[in-house]
């Protein structure tokens, strides 16, 4: 399999032999109460609070590891000494956000989600792959010199996303030299398009493809359920019990996320060979699956087990080694 390197980044060999049980999750255990110190606080408008109450300085955080979980805990572990490097590390972004460029009223930005789903998904990837996965996870910004020790970064809610000059050069030269980006949970056409926008701005030119359900990503480790609109995950808050698939009048969601919110799309920016540069996730609430796993064990069943976590680990894989 020929893997496409960016400079001075090592893809893990564990990458190259993924194994998993089945062709389906089995449920999981919760993962223990997590008791790590929370974000810095004070003023300043680099502190954020977060979506627990917490808070996080954007200016100086380095991995999720620093900031406590708001949900029911994130789990803990190690990896053989020697071999800590030799990890896959989920790497997210920070970025600037316009305001008012508002989901259900709330500003949102690159903290949603932060920091259980990146660790929870990470745990997840190391306890049902062969892959090691760095229990600390990995913050940063674009500008960072060490972007390109990791090929793979995240980024949630982009609908009000706002790239500097020097972040869109950086973007762009990252992806055109074998990065990926994976865009997730953001909302509605107006999301979509100030999105789209601010992508033209890095990778001018290129359109976005819609991937069908026979492309890998669906089925290069678990074998995703058919069609692509049974992959939709509501907000855990917002899940509509009484949901019926068949009733064009039901809502997954209890809350509008605005217009053109009730399909999901995958879609994504593809380079001169093929190979996926951006792949975006839109009008689903995967992270939510990872985030809040502990915190309802029906939710859990029906999204996290069947959808989230399977999914993420068919992206991660793919992304990785193509």
């Given amino acids: 399999m020929m893997v496409r390197l960016l400079t001075r980044r090592i893809i893990p060999a564990a990458f190259l032999a993924v ?9 999981f255990p919760r993962p223990g109460r997590g008791g790590f110190p929370g974000g810095s606080g004070g003023g300043g408008s680099s502190i954020i609070r977060l979506e627990g109450g917490g808070w996080v300085d954007e200016d100086t955080v380095q991995t999720a590891r620093e900031t406590a979980s708001h949900s029911t805990g994130t789990p803990e572990w190690t990896n053989p000494p020697g071999f800590e490097k030799d990890v896959f590390t989920f790497a ?7 305001a008012n460029q508002a989901d259900w009223g709330r ?3 690159w903290y949603v989600d932060y920091p259980d789903a990146d660790l929870n998904l990470s745990y997840r990837l190391q306890q049902l792959t062969t892959i090691r996965t760095d229990p600390d996870g990995r913050v940063l910004h674009l500008t960072d010199m060490a972007l390109t020790d990791y090929p793979f970064i995240y980024a949630e809610h982009v609908e009000g996303m706002v ?3 020097k972040e869109v050069e950086v973007l762009r030269k990252y992806l055109l030299n074998g990065g990926a980006l994976l865009i997730n949970d953001f909302w509605n056409i107006h999301g979509w398009t100030n999105f789209a926008a601010e992508m033209q701005r890095v990778l001018p030119g290129r359109n976005w493809v819609d991937l069908p359900m026979n492309h890998p990503i669906f089925n290069c480790v678990y074998h995703l359920p058919r069609p692509l609109q049974s992959l939709r995950m509501p907000t855990l ?5 009484d949901y019926d698939p068949k009733d064009p009048n039901s809502h997954l969601s209890l809350r509008d996320r605005g217009p053109e919110s009730e399909e999901m799309h995958v879609r994504a920016l593809l380079d001169d060979h093929q190979r996926i540069m951006v792949i975006a996730i ?4 995967i992270p939510d699956g ?5 915190e309802n064990v029906e939710y859990f069943q029906q999204f996290s087990e069947r959808i989230a976590y399977p999914l993420g680990i068919n992206l991660v894989f793919y992304l990785m080694t193509h």
Avoid: M
């Fill in 163 to 165: 790239l500097s000059a």
């Fill in 107 to 109: 500003t949102l930005g």
């Fill in 282 to 285: 839109h009008n689903s609430d």
């Fill in 19 to 27: 194994l998993t049980a089945g062709s389906s999750v089995a449920q």
């Fill in 92 to 98: 997210r972004i920070v970025f600037k956000s316009r």
């Fill in 290 to 294: 990872w985030e809040r796993e502990g």
């Fill in 237 to 241: 808050q917002f899940w509509n019990r």
